[in-house]
């Protein structure tokens, strides 16, 4: 099992530019979720995902967009990057909704 | 708005000394606090965690405490280890609902031989 697997680890986008940040789950979980890291921050949640087809907002959507059209599949979209955008991205999965979650290593991104 | 707090952003122990690592919340209706180990260049792994029935658990070297009157839990390592070095994170959450955990801004932990 690679578990959780991002790509890519670092970019740099201008400001204005689009990318998409992809994360794939081997596990066969149901639960998906982005989170973004600032420096000096706590994890905080971007968008979820409880199965495929099913997405919903968490606590900073804004800016971004996500799609679930597999189970494995999770990718978090970035339309018009804004310097505000820089951060670590991590991806994670559970299997169930009250189980800890697994995540994968991260995506830097740094938007100039 | 900061619903959990890691106030110390660092933490420096001896090899073999206790390390005691906090966190306080101010959701009284988070039933549901986990601690993640985080190593540079990797994603946070989760390590301990504990319900709001429950006031400690224990795994290993590794022992969670929950005060639920002060909103307060901790992490103890005993003994600490050099491999232990990392930054560790506080969250919390629902127990039945992992869609709104809240996260700690994390502590450096660093384990001096």
């Known amino acids: 099992n690679a578990g959780v697997t991002q790509t890519p680890k670092f970019r740099i986008l201008k400001i204005g530019q689009s990318m998409t940040l992809q994360c794939t789950q081997d596990?066969?979980?149901?639960?998906m979720y982005w989170y973004r890291q600032d420096p000096g921050m706590g994890l905080k949640l971007i968008y979820y995902?409880?199965?495929?087809?099913?997405?919903d907002k968490g606590e900073v959507p804004n800016g971004y967009n996500v799609s679930r059209s597999t189970t494995e599949d999770f990718p978090l979209r970035l339309e018009l990057a804004a310097p505000s955008q820089t951060s670590v991205y991590f991806c994670a999965s559970t299997r169930h909704r009250q189980e800890t979650q697994y995540f994968g290593p991260g995506t830097r991104l740094l938007v100039l | 708005d900061q619903q959990v707090k890691q106030n110390s952003p660092s933490l420096s122990v001896q090899e073999g000394r206790i390390s005691i690592l906090n966190c306080d919340y101010t959701?009284?209706?988070?039933?549901?606090f986990l601690w993640y180990k985080k190593y540079p260049a990797e994603g946070p792994t989760f390590l301990i965690s504990?319900?709001?029935?429950?006031d400690k658990n224990e795994d290993g070297r590794f022992t969670v405490f929950l005060n639920k009157s002060a909103k307060h839990l901790s992490l103890h390592i005993v003994p600490s280890q050099p491999g232990d070095s990392a930054v560790y994170f506080c969250a919390a959450g629902g127990l039945y609902n992992n869609n709104d955990m809240r996260f700690g801004a994390g502590t450096r932990l660093t384990v001096k031989p």
């Open positions: 959701n009284s209706m988070f039933d549901y």
């Open positions: 995902s409880v199965g495929a087809g099913i997405t």
């Open positions: 504990i319900s709001s029935i429950k």
């Open positions: 596990m066969n979980h149901n639960y």
